[in-house]
């Protein structure tokens, strides 16, 4: 389950196993407003996240989130990814 790649149409949150730590990286063609993504088991006893834009300049810190109930809400702009640090 550590590698389950979440999709929806152009939506998807999948487990960046690259990186240290328990990090999932999101990303939307078309962009969304308050989804609710439920996580992989692996991921569901953490509490908040750290988020970050991806650019071409690096990653832009964005404001934590809370996850509850092992489900993270995210928006994301049309052509959006954003990193997603688990705490």
Known sequence: ?????????????????????KNLVAYS??????????????????????LFRITLQGKEALQPTIIKNGKISLSLAADEMLLIQLQ
């Not at 389950?1 to 730590?21: H, N, Q, R, S, Y």
């Not at 989804?35 to 509490?47: E, H, I, M, V």
């Open 29 to 50: 063609a078309k962009g969304y407003t308050s989804r609710t993504w439920q996580l992989p088991d692996a991921y569901r006893k953490f509490r908040k996240a750290r």
């Open 1 to 21: 389950e550590a590698g389950k790649i979440l999709v929806d149409g152009d939506d998807l949150v999948v487990p960046a196993t690259w990186l240290e730590g």
